[in-house]
T-cell receptor, first 115, second 114 residues
Framework: DTGVSQDPRHKITKRGQNVTFRCDPI?????LYWYRQTLGQGPEFLTY????????KSRLLSDRFSAERPKGSFSTLEIQRTEQGDSAMYLC?????????????FGPGTRLTVL | AQSVTQLDSQVPVFEEAPVELRCNYS??????LFWYVQYPNQGLQLLLK??????LVKGINGFEAEFNKSQTSFHLRKPSVHISDTAEYFC????????????FGRGTSLIVHP
């Protein structure tokens, strides 16, 4: 399977703990995106990378959130001191940027539950 | 900035009946329009997109959508639905340049009854 993969698929944690999610994009894709989807809502953009550079961050990405893509391949999203409001599905997507529109391919998501 | 309104949170329909899922958008710049489908516990899959050209766009699984610039709408239609079409459908809009980051609507749950 050469699609976007995310790990873990589910994470349950206690309030105040730190969590880290991983996303592996389609191998030749140079752009990688993170979204958050809460129950009953559409995905909301968090941040995106072109290669290893983080080019844009949403206001939703508070100081407790940090994302990295150190070698321009996989990416991690860390949430520090989790809060119950962080409970959501975290989606990763990737695309091949050629200067014009290119389709984003989504992974299956990581569902976070903060108790 | 862009915004998307999906007018129906839930649309129940019987199998083999036609269906229309409504989407309206607002934007101060030129946009691209999309419909995505999400099956339970899965990521999003692109159904179809409008970038330019013909306002009637055909996608996968027999879906089509029509871009209406004057009404700022992009409604999704299928002439005959199947049980397997039961899913969440999201309309999205992105600027037609730059980062192409989409803004999604809240989704419409299509429920197909036998």
């Amino acid at each position: 399977d050469t699609g976007v993969s995310q790990d873990p698929r589910h994470k349950i944690t206690k309030r105040g703990q730190n969590v880290t999610f991983r996303c592996d994009p389609i191998s030749e894709h140079n752009r990688l995106y993170w979204y958050r989807q809460t129950l009953g809502q559409g995905p909301e953009f968090l941040t995106y990378f072109q290669n290893e550079a983080q080019l844009e961050k949403s206001r939703l990405l508070s100081d407790r959130f940090s994302a990295e893509r150190p070698k321009g391949s996989f990416s991690t999203l860390e949430i520090q001191r989790t809060e119950q409001g962080d409970s959501a599905m975290y989606l990763c997507a990737s695309s091949l940027n050629t200067g014009s529109y290119n389709e984003q391919f989504f992974g299956p998501g990581t569902r976070l539950t903060v108790l | 900035a862009q915004s998307v309104t999906q007018l129906d949170s839930q649309v129940p329909v019987f199998e083999e009946a036609p269906v229309e899922l409504r989407c309206n958008y607002s934007s101060s710049v030129s946009v691209y329009l999309f419909w995505y489908v999400q099956y339970p516990n899965q990521g999003l899959q692109l159904l179809l997109k409008y970038l330019s050209g013909s306002t009637l766009v055909k996608g996968i699984n027999g879906f089509e959508a029509e871009f209406n610039k004057s009404q700022t709408s992009f409604h999704l239609r299928k002439p005959s639905v199947h049980i397997s079409d039961t899913a969440e459908y999201f309309c999205a809009v992105s600027p037609s340049g730059g980062s192409y980051i989409p803004t999604f609507g809240r989704g419409t749950s299509l429920i197909v009854h036998p």
